[in-house]
């Protein structure tokens, strides 16, 4: 399993963007599918997106056409384009590989 590491999150307004990145410490090129989670305080952790090593995608009704799901197995990197964030996308968003990564805050308020 690698080890995954989130950033990009912060605090944004309604409206705003934001792109997460979750770097692998090895070769992400052999994991079939990859996926980012996320979790709001007091409820459960809810997936996201995912998306194959062949580049099918796949998202969550909430979020299908605001949020892009992308990865580029040269860097060994997967990343989350969020566009007109709401404030119920504030989460806690966690990448997934075979393993987790210890996320990222993501913060939408004005």
């Keep these: 399993q690698v080890?995954?590491?989130e950033s990009g999150g912060g605090l944004v307004q309604p409206g705003g963007?934001?792109?997460l990145s979750c770097a692998a410490s090895g070769s992400i090129?052999?994991?079939?599918?990859?996926?980012?989670?996320?979790?709001?305080?007091?409820?459960?952790?809810?997936l996201v997106a995912t998306i194959t090593n062949g580049g099918t995608t796949n998202y969550a009704d909430s979020v299908?056409?605001?949020?892009t799901i992308s990865?580029?197995?040269?860097?060994?990197?997967?990343?989350?384009?969020?566009?007109?964030?709401k404030p119920?996308?504030?989460?806690?968003?966690y990448c997934n590989?075979?393993?987790?990564?210890?996320?990222?805050?993501?913060?939408?308020s004005s």
Excluded: C
């Excluded at 119920?88 to 968003?93: F, I, M, N, R, S």
């Excluded at 590989?97 to 939408?108: A, H, K, Y």
């Design 71 to 85: 990865r580029d197995n040269a860097k060994n990197t997967l990343y989350l384009q969020m566009n007109n964030l």
């Design 29 to 46: 090129r052999s994991i079939y599918v990859m996926a980012w989670y996320r979790q709001a305080p007091g409820k459960q952790r809810q």
């Design 97 to 108: 590989g075979g393993s987790w990564g210890q996320g990222t805050q993501v913060t939408v």
């Design 3 to 5: 080890h995954l590491v």
């Design 17 to 19: 963007s934001l792109r």
């Design 88 to 93: 119920e996308d504030t989460a806690v968003y």
């Design 64 to 67: 299908r056409g605001r949020f």
